[in-house]
């Protein structure tokens, strides 16, 4: 039985104010994009409350989503706009908990061979302590090409 008051699932069309902006999720977030070119990122993300899990501590997929999306611009600032790309493989090792602040993730990548790009991140809280180390492998679309 299908609910009325479920909301549109889609499909969806994503719409970006440019190449290297942050998609409606990470928006939905906070993530703002410090910087973004040749070949590295920085972000930031404000722990709110939306952002917590039940013992009030930084919920650890919006660290990740940080992490993934800095990765993400890295890889932008080295592809021309419109290439597609995406995460195929990521480890995550949480380092510390977080209760306040503005959590900031600094990443850089490496082309491999095969269209595989490997993007690593540290995230760390207001303090510069870090908190959670991030590694990722990327595949590009056959189309994409770097710049």
Known sequence: M???????????????????SCSPFEKLLGIKIIEAKN?????????????????????GGAMVTLA???VA????????PGSRFGTISLNAQFLAPVSKGLLC????ITFLENRQIQ????????DEQEIMKFTAIFKL???????
Do not use: C, Y
Request: proline share 4%; hydrophobic share 50%.
């Open 73 to 80: 611009m890295a890889i932008k600032s080295k592809i021309f």
């Open 141 to 147: 679309a056959r189309d994409a090409q770097m710049i």
């Open 39 to 59: 070949g590295r990122a920085v972000l930031t993300m404000p722990f709110v409350v939306d952002l917590a899990q039940g013992a009030g501590l930084v919920h």
């Open 119 to 126: 993007g690593v991140a540290m995230v760390s809280n207001g």
């Open 105 to 108: 993730a600094k990443a850089g």
């Open 68 to 70: 993934d999306t800095a």
């Open 2 to 20: 299908i609910n009325d008051k479920i909301p549109f699932t889609g499909p969806h069309k994503g719409e970006l104010e440019s190449w290297i």
